[in-house]
């Protein structure tokens, strides 16, 4: 189970702490949060719908999110996540169905709801005339906090943030990833119940991404509700105990990110390309070798048990691509299976 | 489903948060607002207040100017203009900056607080702004020997009370405009500009045609130079006119409000 989990990951060459690794085994991490504080429900959505006008944004959605669960909803730019996020945070009036959070309506008490949370939004709305300490500041007063709480928060969060050495640095003068974690700083200010997290890594660079994950990691470890959207594969197979998988406003599928890469894509896939004139020209002789093919622009993806035996067969066929890549399945099959689309297009 | 939750609870009053962080910002810019709330004032003093003022003075005497003299016939008009700019400066630009520049509205609106607080926070803090403006402004008056009839110093609510009044309408309009672009060139030009020359800022406006007249009687600051005029000087109006003014002003800040309370929650529910 271990390599299977871990092997997901070797498509990206992502380098990882050990420690971090261990978040991996969601299976494992996922039993022994259930057995102990995973009873409660803290989010309860069905039929869930929001529209804008004729648009449909979101079409009939059910699901629920368990305390301590960190949870996913991954799909591309326009499935419906954004849109779902804003309704779960008392920010948006639904279209119909039912939502609780909390055990409340966000239609009826959403300012008492959003005492509760916290929210990083997929656009940074820090006030950049103000400095760090500034805006964790008065963000905390807009939950009503006392001086002497809020003070002593600011020191915790600009450790947890790493920002402490530009405290009190304009927020404009702080890079993209900085900006990040100090929207997420900022979210913790009130101690929230759930963290709602929209694209949190969108537009930053690799390094800045791991920085964002290994924070994130912490507060999953401290026992926090996490809700997160996002459209990368790996950050969700990272972060996510449990995922739905959206696209067009509807759920294509649900489960942990191992049960869905078991359900809906084969052990292993081998990449190969041909050149983008041929890749077409040669899928029938792939189809041949195996029994589920997908043809992309640049290449062609092969699901089987066994990738190394596949290109074995490619090659004894007398085919010659010009390169190859065996790998383990990821969410990103799971994405192409279930809607014949790249999750980044 | 079972609520573990403390309820935390909501702030009472979440205004005051919102002013608090808006005066926050603007003590970053405390020069500027200073420069610009002292400087403004002097030129307009000297070169009409005492430029003009003399040239009147020399042609119809020193009390030639609705019977009194030019800087007193000024004064209230000057209050009320510079009154009404502040408090627009300081609700429009907040407003484009927390819905489209920098949205910092949608991260105020992800904590407890309510479009409506966030609205009322813009609006005192712009208050703020222009209780400070309009505390200068009649301190330099005062220096200048604008502010020597009996009630002259009924001219500081009544021009505070007008920026209130043209605040909260330019604080709804500024939450209904998506492009502000737009904004800017058809309120700088058609609205303030006009308003500022054809309110009876500078002469009385029964000195220009009826028909131009007209731009006096719905400008928030033709109202308020008459108020101001009458209180401080005895300007004769009848007390129809005194309530209609009143109520003007009073139905501007009402219906300002409401709607831009409405607007700046619809908007962040968008």
Not at chain 1, 47 to 57: E, I, N, Q, R, S
Request: proline share 4%.
């Amino acid at each position: 189970m271990l390599a299977h989990s871990l092997s997901t990951m070797t498509v990206l060459r992502v380098r990882v702490e050990p420690d971090v690794l261990a978040f991996l085994l969601t299976e494992r991490a996922y039993k022994k949060l259930d057995s102990t504080t995973m009873s409660e429900n803290l989010i309860e959505v069905s039929g869930l719908t929001k529209k804008y006008g004729d648009f449909t944004a979101v079409d009939g959605i059910d699901f629920h999110v368990r305390r301590s669960e960190s949870f996913g909803f991954l799909g591309p730019n326009g499935a419906g996540k954004s849109t779902t996020m804003r309704i779960i945070a008392a920010t948006s009036q639904r279209t119909s169905g039912k939502v609780s959070v909390l055990g409340k309506d966000p239609e009826v008490e959403g300012p008492q709801i959003r005492a509760h949370l916290g929210v990083v939004p997929q656009q940074d709305n820090l006030d950049i005339q103000l400095t760090v300490t500034e805006n964790l500041y008065i963000y905390g007063r807009y939950f009503g906090l006392p001086d002497k709480f809020i003070r002593a928060k600011i020191e915790e969060l600009l450790e947890f943030a790493q920002l402490d050495e530009k405290r009190n640095v304009k927020v404009d003068l702080l890079s993209g990833g900085m900006k990040r974690r100090l929207t997420i700083a900022r979210a913790l200010v009130s101690e929230p119940d759930i963290l709602i997290l929209d694209e949190p890594t969108t537009g930053l660079d690799p390094q800045a991404r791991h920085i964002l994950w290994d924070r994130l990691f912490r507060l999953k470890e401290n026992g926090i509700t996490l809700l997160l959207t996002t459209h990368y594969m790996d950050e969700a197979e990272q972060l996510c105990d449990r995922l739905i998988v959206m696209d067009k406003g509807s759920i294509m599928a649900e489960g942990t990110p191992l049960e869905l890469i078991k359900k809906y894509c084969s052990k292993e896939v081998l990449e190969v390309r041909f050149g983008s004139d041929k890749n077409a020209l040669l899928a029938p002789a792939m189809k041949e070798l195996c029994e589920r093919i997908e043809v992309l622009p640049d290449r062609i993806l092969l699901y089987t048990d066994d990738a190394e035996d596949a290109l074995d067969s490619i090659v004894r066929a007398g085919h010659h691509p010009h390169t190859s890549l065996a790998r383990r399945s990821s969410l990103e099959d799971v994405f192409l299976r279930l809607t014949g689309r790249s999750l980044i297009d | 489903m079972s609520t573990v939750h403390s309820n935390r609870k909501i702030p009472r009053f979440g205004a005051r948060y919102i002013f608090e962080a808006r005066i926050r910002t603007m003590t970053k810019f405390v020069w500027i607002i200073l420069a610009v709330t002292i400087l403004n004032p002097l030129l307009y003093l000297i070169s009409i207040g005492v430029g003009v003022g003399s040239l009147i003075s020399h042609n119809l005497g020193p009390h030639g100017m609705d019977g009194v003299s030019y800087l007193t016939f000024l004064a209230p008009a000057l209050l009320a203009a510079s009154a009404i700019q502040a408090a627009q400066d300081e609700v429009t630009f907040p407003t484009f900056q927390g819905f489209k520049w920098g949205r910092i509205f949608y991260g105020i609106n992800a904590t407890p607080q309510s479009g409506s607080n966030i609205a009322g926070g813009v609006f005192l803090a712009a208050m703020a702004r222009t209780v400070l403006g309009v505390a200068v402004y009649s301190t330099l008056l005062y220096l200048f020997g604008a502010m020597n009839s009996p009630h002259s110093y009924l001219a500081i609510p009544i021009a505070i009370f007008s920026g209130a009044a043209f605040g909260a309408v330019m604080l709804a309009f500024a939450a209904y405009t998506e492009n502000e672009d737009k904004f800017f060139t058809i309120v700088g030009r058609f609205v303030v500009g006009p308003m500022f020359l054809f309110s009876g800022t500078f002469f009385p406006i029964t000195n220009m045609p009826l028909a131009v007249q007209v731009f006096g009687w719905v400008s928030p600051l033709w109202h308020s130079i008459e108020l101001g005029r009458y209180a401080t000087y005895g300007h004769k109006i009848s007390m129809t006119m005194v309530v209609i003014h009143f109520t003007y002003l009073l139905a501007m800040l009402v219906f300002g409000l409401f709607f831009a309370f409405r607007q700046y929650s619809r908007r962040l529910e968008k």
